[in-house]
């Protein structure tokens, strides 16, 4: 049996999304796991644009056929996780609820656009006008 391709869609003009995605460390066991960037449009923008899954909402984890969105994603990515370094355990200990993952992801999804407009960062707005 294959193992279902993991991919990671971020923001990769904001830097704790990217420090988080850089620290982040996916069990072998789970797949092949590929991080990419929004901003430079790779063509799994395409699916998610037709999915209608707004970027500045959230980050978009793809695993085999099936797509993940803001808070769902990083719940699902803390169950991947290896658990090894401080990042990974405390990504583990903090979002493997659900619950949880669904009350904070508002919060830092706040804390990236506060971020963003401080940096003087656009947002990713790869819906345009359909979000």
């Known amino acids: 049996m294959t193992k279902p391709?993991?991919?990671?869609?971020?923001?990769?003009?904001?830097?704790v999304c990217r420090n988080y995605t850089q620290h982040l460390s996916i069990k072998q066991a789970a797949?092949?796991?590929?991080?990419?960037?929004?901003?430079?449009?790779?063509?799994?923008?395409?699916?998610?644009?037709?999915?209608?899954?707004?970027?500045?909402?959230?980050?978009?984890?793809?695993?085999?056929?099936?797509?993940?969105?803001?808070?769902?994603?990083?719940?699902?990515?803390?169950?991947?996780?290896?658990?090894?370094?401080?990042?990974?355990?405390?990504?583990?200990l903090i979002f493997r609820s659900k619950t949880l993952s669904r009350f904070l992801y508002p919060i830092l999804k706040t804390g990236r656009a506060m971020l963003l407009a401080l940096l003087?960062?656009?947002?990713v707005n790869n819906l345009g006008n359909r979000g």
């Open 120 to 123: 003087g960062n656009s947002k």
């Open 31 to 92: 797949g092949t796991f590929e991080l990419l960037n929004a901003r430079d449009n790779p063509p799994i923008m395409q699916e998610i644009n037709a999915l209608n899954l707004d970027m500045d909402e959230g980050f978009v984890l793809k695993i085999g056929d099936r797509f993940y969105h803001g808070a769902d994603a990083i719940h699902t990515l803390a169950l991947l996780s290896t658990g090894t370094g401080v990042f990974n355990k405390m990504n583990f």
């Open 5 to 15: 391709a993991i991919t990671l869609v971020y923001d990769g003009d904001c830097p």
